[in-house]
């Protein structure tokens, strides 16, 4: 009898009609096949394999650069259920409508069958998923962001305990793109795209879409949130998750070099993206990295914001859109050295300054996490990693100061409900506006985002020793326009204050929006940093914060009802500390 796997790839197959199916293993010899394929094509390079052994540049379409919220749909029967920040397709209509785009779109194409396991291999807190996808694009990624191929067979045996993904390039035209998850059924459906998120499910698809509404099932957590464990004098790690919208230095974060390391604090690595949380035995919420890789922005990484992944990517690595040089190595604005002549952009064109920039702004790289030297001996620990602290965190020029406590689990779960941050190039839309990101889970979150906050409250009543829940905003601007925190190395001086508050102990004041570092809170030695530029950053501006409250009142008023009274009374609550406040 076939198994359920094998049922659900014969009616992929019945219905996107392939030449043939394979079924992946996850070898290396695989992979090698794959990228030999790839070579084929006129999109897919072999770089220096002197100086970046094992690497390779892709090139996507060039309206094929970024995750597209705006074709990624919640398909539930009642809209309700998908809340008023997801896009909503019903499922009937969903499985019409993009069912006939996968009528046939593997004819004359190869259909592969990716299983793979979200989390490290033993863990009871991984998930399997299975992508069956046309692009060996997809694949060898696959193989770098999840434990891929027999190692998931092994574990799924005859199961039919996997969540299923369809994947399909179909014909690339973004008229034609829909990346739609059946909430219900568990199940993915994406075509129209190769490129990241929107093709690589076991990312943000199921890892945070499907498994978000898993987590409110089955009581646990799966948060866009990066894992890192900070090591204090005498060796202790305390494990902290932050959530920050796309491309606003996660990964930087989760891979920093210390600029206290002389003092003894250390940045290990868990996640950089990703983590899935279940309450312990000992009442703490552990923390797994659903991922095996970084599937990282490469503008602005250099050796002076990120040695770690520096270090990591020079083997193995797949590159995608960034720019080539003549010496056939990857480059991209901010990796710190000046391209020579020769130099072939993301577009495959011949380079020169006057045609804007050589990599695209959502460029990224592929590279096993293993491979930073960064990363954590605990990283693959089955149990996960006990967290202490949640940190929450956007881009704002204004308003937010450089870190801040929350007075409770209640009020920190109104601080990531209103969190917002500046738009990036992670997604195709304007950059640079200011859109509130709960949680850095606005288009990652496969369910009512008012109901998300529930599941919030609800997991604060349930975890004996919840984390401390704080916000951070590194890239506050003065009065000139510039940035009055220098972040990457340096944040680990807030990492150290959240850590002694963690402890109990560390200066704070007290303010409307929560505990800020009192004047000597921070440790500032051998940092330049003004007092006044210090008191800029932890201001706390009563008018900035009158015109935040109106504008999160407008994002809330959205869910209606639903909303829970919990948030609404953190919003009060919060207007009446101001009051009196704000000048008239
Ligand atoms: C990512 C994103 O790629 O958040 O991690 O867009
Ligand atoms: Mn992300």
Redesign the pocket.
């Given at each position: 009898m076939a198994t359920p796997l094998e049922s659900w790839v014969g009616e992929a197959a019945g219905l996107t009609k392939p030449d043939r199916v394979v079924y992946c293993d996850g070898s290396a010899a695989e992979f090698q096949r794959m990228i030999e394929h790839m070579l084929g094509a006129s999109d897919t390079f072999e770089l220096n394999e002197k100086t970046y052994p094992n690497c390779y540049l892709h090139r996507s379409t060039v309206n094929d650069v970024a995750?597209t919220e705006h074709l990624t749909f919640i398909s539930t029967t009642d809209k309700d259920d998908a809340g008023p920040t997801n896009n909503w397709m019903d499922p009937e209509a969903a499985k019409y409508r993009v069912g006939a785009l996968f009528d046939g779109a593997m004819r004359g194409r190869t259909m592969y069958v990716v299983p793979y396991i979200m989390g490290p291999v033993s863990s009871p807190i991984s998930k399997i998923g299975v992508e069956i996808t046309d692009s060996p694009y997809v694949v060898v990624n696959m193989r770098i962001m999840s434990r891929m191929g027999k190692v998931a067979m092994d574990r799924l045996g005859s199961s039919a305990e996997f969540v299923p993904g369809l994947h399909s390039l179909g014909d690339l035209d973004p008229m034609r793109r829909y990346i739609v998850h059946f909430p219900k059924e568990k199940l993915i459906w994406s075509i129209g795209s190769g490129y990241?998120?929107n093709a690589l499910l076991g990312k943000k698809c199921f890892a945070l879409r499907i498994a978000s509404v898993m987590a409110r099932e089955q009581a646990w957590m799966a948060e866009h949130m990066l894992i890192l464990g900070l090591e204090s004098p005498g060796g202790k790690v305390t494990y902290m998750a932050a959530a920050f919208p796309?491309a606003c230095g996660k990964t930087n974060l989760a891979m920093m070099v210390s600029a206290l390391e002389s003092q003894g604090y250390r940045v290990w690595t868990v996640g950089d993206?990703i983590a899935w949380m279940k309450i312990g035995d000992d009442g703490y919420l552990y923390a797994i990295n659903p991922e095996a890789g970084f599937?990282g922005v490469a503008p602005g990484t250099g050796m002076l914001t990120n040695r770690n992944v520096m270090q990591a990517l020079r083997k193995n690595t797949l590159f995608t859109n960034v720019g080539l040089t003549k010496e056939r190595e990857p480059w991209w604005e901010g990796i710190g050295a000046e391209p020579g002549p020769g130099m072939i952009s993301w577009k495959g064109e011949l380079w020169d300054s006057s045609k804007g920039p050589a990599a695209h702004p959502n460029s990224r790289y592929t590279v096993p996490a293993q491979q930073s030297p960064s990363i954590s001996s605990k990283w693959e620990a089955p149990e996960g990693v006990p967290i202490s602290a949640f940190i929450f965190g956007g881009r704002r020029a204004r308003v937010a100061p450089l870190v801040y406590e929350s007075f409770d689990w209640q009020h920190g779960v109104f601080v990531g409900a209103t969190m917002a941050s500046e738009t990036t190039a992670?997604?195709t839309g304007d950059v640079g506006i200011t859109r509130r990101d709960p949680m850095a889970m606005l288009p990652f979150c496969g369910y009512n985002m008012a109901d998300y906050f529930g599941h919030w409250l609800e997991m604060g009543r349930k975890i004996p020793k919840p984390p401390k829940i704080f916000h951070v905003n590194w890239f506050r601007k003065g009065a000139d326009g510039k940035f009055l925190w220098p972040g990457y190395g340096e944040n680990v001086r807030v990492l150290k204050w959240i850590l002694e508050r963690v402890e109990g102990r560390g200066a704070a004041e007290e303010t409307p929006i929560g505990y800020v570092p009192a004047k000597n809170g921070l440790t500032l030695d051998g940092l330049k940093v003004s007092n006044g530029a210090l008191s800029d950053l932890l201001r706390v501006n009563p008018a900035d914060w009158e015109s935040e409250m109106q504008d999160s009142r407008q994002f809330l008023i959205k869910f209606g009802a639903r909303l829970p009274r919990e948030i609404r009374e953190e919003h009060e609550k919060l207007s009446r500390r101001f009051q009196g406040l704000v000048p008239a």
């Open positions: 995750r990241g998120g796309s993206d599937f992670a997604a």
